[in-house]
């Protein structure tokens, strides 16, 4: 378990320095096309890994609840989107392609508003991964650990899209590759950090696992809604993102289905 722990939390890093990776080998900027296509991508895994990996083993946990199963995995959802709203709200952070910085005000360089936007973005993804291994690991049977490696798996392909999104236009706005690449690669150095949280408290709050579980859908839906189906939908192209959706939906659901 210990071997495939550590290699579970280190597969969604690897997406994203692979992703960032594109950098040296692609020549100016990420078409409009190609970004849109990976923004609905990103969207239909992260949606189909809170639905399958998280909120429905939430609710069957609590199968014995009856009709009331249903309530942790509500309440942890609104909770976790609510989170993230807070977070939101707080950070000062800049999405790329804007030059409106959201969040409270600050003297932060537009570089380090990028990287917090990442931030707030991965954030959910690691909370998602640290609580399906923690899931795994005290044996709850709706959670086995293929399904926890799934997961894992899942959001690293996701990651790959991710990273080339944040490397790309961190080159075409004047930075080094190697600058652009590691900016890249440093955006998801928050979610092994953000597991490795979650797994230190699970043992602590074993009797929440199905509030957790849901928490970490609500966070994940809440950069989906807020950030990604906005920017992948907007202007031409958007039908692009449609299909990237549904593509990503499938490939996180047969795989969630398949390894589970």
Do not use: C
């Not at 977070?87 to 999405?95: A, F, G, K, S």
């Not at 291994?133 to 990651?159: E, K, P, R, W, Y």
């Not at 949280?197 to 994940?220: E, H, I, R």
Request: proline share 5%.
């Amino acid at each position: 378990m210990t071997t495939t722990l550590i290699i579970g939390l280190l597969i969604p890093l690897l997406g994203t320095m692979l992703g960032s990776a594109f950098v040296f080998f692609m020549k100016g900027e990420m078409s409009d096309r190609l970004q849109k296509s990976l923004l609905g991508f990103a969207s239909g895994v992260m949606v189909a890994a809170s639905i399958w990996s998280l909120l429905i083993p939430a609710m069957e946990m609590g199968a014995d609840s009856g009709k009331w199963s249903v309530m942790p995995a509500a309440v942890g959802f609104l909770l976790g989107m609510g989170f993230l709203l807070l977070i939101d709200e707080l950070t000062p952070h800049l999405h790329i392609g804007t030059d409106k910085p959201e969040g409270m005000r600050s003297h932060l360089s537009k570089t380090a508003m990028l990287a917090l936007a990442v931030t707030i973005h991965n954030l959910p993804e690691g909370m998602a991964v640290g609580v399906v291994f923690a899931g795994a690991d005290s044996g709850i049977t709706s959670i086995s650990l293929a399904s926890a490696v799934a997961v894992s798996l899942g959001i690293a392909i996701q990651n790959v899209p991710e990273g080339a999104i944040i490397s790309m236009p961190m080159r075409a706005a004047g930075n080094s590759k190697r600058r652009s690449f590691l900016i890249g690669s440093l955006s998801g150095a928050v979610e092994p950090i953000g597991a490795i949280a979650v797994l230190l408290l699970a043992s602590l709050l074993m009797p929440m696992m199905p509030y957790m579980l849901a928490f970490a859908a609500g966070a994940m839906f809440y950069v989906v809604v807020e950030e990604l189906i906005p920017e992948a939908s907007s202007g031409q192209h958007s039908n692009l993102s449609t299909i990237g959706f549904a593509i990503g939906f499938v490939l996180m659901m047969v795989l969630d289905v398949v390894m589970g």
